[in-house]
Every structure is written in structure tokens, then in C-alpha cells.
T-cell receptor
Framework: NAGVTQTPKFRILKIGQSMTLQCTQDMNHNYMYWYRQDPGMGLKLIYYSVGAGITDKGEVPNGYNVSRSTTEDFPLRLELAAPSQTSVYFC????????????FGPGTRLTVT | AQSVAQPEDQVNVAEGNPLTVKCTYSVSGNPYLFWYVQYPNRGLQFLLKYITGDNLVKGSYGFEAEFNKSQTSFHLKKPSALVSDSALYFCAVRSWGGGTASKLTFGTGTRLQVTL
């Protein structure tokens, strides 16, 4: 049981490039989330999903896109990378939407230069 | 809109002493409150949560938290700190509205430093 896995661990992008951050969970959780963590700012919700085929915007969705074709996978797409997207990105999942604790992946550290 | 405040950027405590990490919240309706811990270069780990019931909630690694509705606080406590407790601690509140997903609003985090 690996929990929540994320790839890659680190990535450096040039301005304007695109990439996909991968997230997979093996706990059969319906709910999945993408956050970004900036120093001194806590975590901000980018997108979330309540099940396969259903996604919705969080607090800071601009510049990102997601898809949820399976229960296990929830990739995050950056289309035109900007320096403001330099951050650490965390994927999380939970079984209970209302009160369930979230299980986090190890994170992807992204630098855009 | 809901919000969480962690008024201390850092808390320093000697090993063996009790520790408190403070959290206050603002939310309409009943609060669902959480504490998470983050060790260096790791994702967040769930510690404990308050949904309803007893105001004193016990969690992992000997941590507990006290829910105080009149003071809108949810402080994290431990009777005897360990050096291995040194980490970044986040308080979070469930955001209401928009369906069943547990969208969390996080505080900015408090760094706990436990020294010998």
C-alpha cells in the first residue's frame, strides 16, 4: 500500500513551457485535491475532485488544469509556466468528503525560471 | 469566509516540557477542525480532528487538542515534548459550501523547535 505517490520530485521549467504533475493513490479514495505551498503562506487549494469525471476549481486555479479519468489518478497540468508558479505542489486524497482526514503525497518542487 | 490564524511563527520548548501551538478560527456554522504536521521535505501528516463531541481530542504521537467554542480556538498540546516533535504544524478548518468535498483552509503554519 503506497498511499499517495507524486512524480516528479523536482522539476525546473523555463517560462512558457508546459508539464504535467502526476498523482496516484491506491486507497480507492473518491476525493482528491491539489495544493500549492508557498513559504509563510500555508497551503492553497488549486483544484479538487469528488470522483472520476468530476473536477472543480479551488482557491487558486488560474494557470492550471486537471482531469480525473480514473479513481486512482489526478494529474495537474501547467500549460504556460510562469515564475509565479514556482512552488511546492502537494496532492492529497480522502475517503470521506465531509469530515475525513486527507492523506498527502510527498510533493513536487517546481521552479520556473 | 472561513479563516484560520496561527499567531506564532515559531514555538521553542525544552524537551520534557509541555507544549502548546495556538490556533484560532473563523467559520460560519459548526467547525470541522484539523491539525497536520509536516516534517522536512515531506507531505503533511494528519494528527487529529474535531468534528463533534468531547472538546478534548486525542491524536497521534501523544498530541491532543482542545476545542473552545467561546474563544474560537483549537490549540494543539502535548504534555511532554520530544526533540523528534520538531516540525511545522498546520491548523485547518473545513470550508463550507460547494458540495461534499472537504476543502480545507489552512493556517500559515507554526514551526515547533524542541531542544535538549
Amino acid at each position: 500500500n503506497a498511499g499517495v505517490t507524486q512524480t516528479p520530485k523536482f522539476r525546473i521549467l523555463k517560462i512558457g513551457q508546459s508539464m504535467t504533475l502526476q498523482c496516484t493513490q491506491d486507497m480507492n479514495h473518491n476525493y482528491m485535491y491539489w495544493y500549492r505551498q508557498d513559504p509563510g503562506m500555508g497551503l492553497k487549494l488549486i483544484y479538487y475532485s469528488v470522483g472520476a469525471g468530476i473536477t472543480d476549481k479551488g482557491e487558486v486555479p488560474n494557470g492550471y488544469n486537471v482531469s480525473r479519468s480514473t479513481t486512482e489518478d489526478f494529474p495537474l497540468r501547467l500549460e504556460l509556466a510562469a515564475p509565479s508558479q514556482t512552488s511546492v505542489y502537494f496532492c492529497a486524497s480522502s475517503s470521506n468528503g465531509l469530515a475525513g482526514e486527507q492523506y498527502f503525497g510527498p510533493g513536487t518542487r517546481l521552479t520556473v525560471t | 469566509a472561513q479563516s484560520v490564524a496561527q499567531p506564532e511563527d515559531q514555538v521553542n520548548v525544552a524537551e520534557g516540557n509541555p507544549l502548546t501551538v495556538k490556533c484560532t478560527y473563523s467559520v460560519s456554522g459548526n467547525p470541522y477542525l484539523f491539525w497536520y504536521v509536516q516534517y522536512p521535505n515531506r507531505g503533511l501528516q494528519f494528527l487529529l480532528k474535531y468534528i463533534t463531541g468531547d472538546n478534548l481530542v486525542k491524536g497521534s504521537y501523544g498530541f491532543e487538542a482542545e476545542f473552545n467554542k467561546s474563544q474560537t480556538s483549537f490549540h494543539l498540546k502535548k504534555p511532554s515534548a520530544l526533540v523528534s516533535d520538531s516540525a511545522l504544524y498546520f491548523c485547518a478548518v473545513r470550508s463550507w459550501g460547494g458540495g461534499t468535498a472537504s476543502k480545507l483552509t489552512f493556517g500559515t503554519g507554526t514551526r515547533l523547535q524542541v531542544t535538549l
